[in-house]
């Protein structure tokens, strides 16, 4: 069993920074892959960033690569530091926790368990 809950969601100008937290009820945390998703309204669920079990692996879709950064403290900590915002960065954002090894850290249905997801809002 785990339970994720994230905080850091906002409301913040284009070109702004925001840094989401994901903290997970879980034993043995450092054993699990964690990813990032997000859903804008009337859109899919999609991949954003991902992390190994270890933290030396890490993820990102094309459109964040550069700018937003995945990390995790073993502890029971995942952020995702998000720069240069972007109105299309308007979402909301969960984080997911992988029991299983995979080397798919892409898609949705590879992770057992959810927060509750937390908004992210840019202005333009």
């Known amino acids: 069993q785990a339970h994720l809950v994230e905080s850091g969601g906002g409301l913040v100008q284009a070109g702004g920074s925001l840094r989401l937290s994901c903290t997970a009820q879980?034993?043995?945390?450092?054993?699990?892959?964690m990813g990032w998703f997000r859903q804008a309204p009337g859109k899919e669920r999609e991949f954003v960033a991902a992390i190994s079990w270890s933290g030396a692996s890490t993820y990102y879709t094309d459109s964040v690569k550069g700018r937003f950064t995945i990390s995790r403290d073993n502890a029971n900590t995942v952020d995702l530091q998000m720069n240069s915002l972007k109105p299309e960065d308007t979402a909301v954002y969960y984080c997911?926790?992988?029991?299983?090894?995979?080397?798919?850290?892409?898609?949705?249905?590879?992770?057992?368990?959810w927060g509750q997801g937390t908004q992210v809002t840019v202005s333009s």
């Open positions: 879980v034993r043995t945390f450092s054993t699990y892959a």
């Open positions: 997911a926790l992988a029991l299983h090894y995979s080397a798919d850290y892409f898609t949705s249905r590879r992770y057992d368990y």
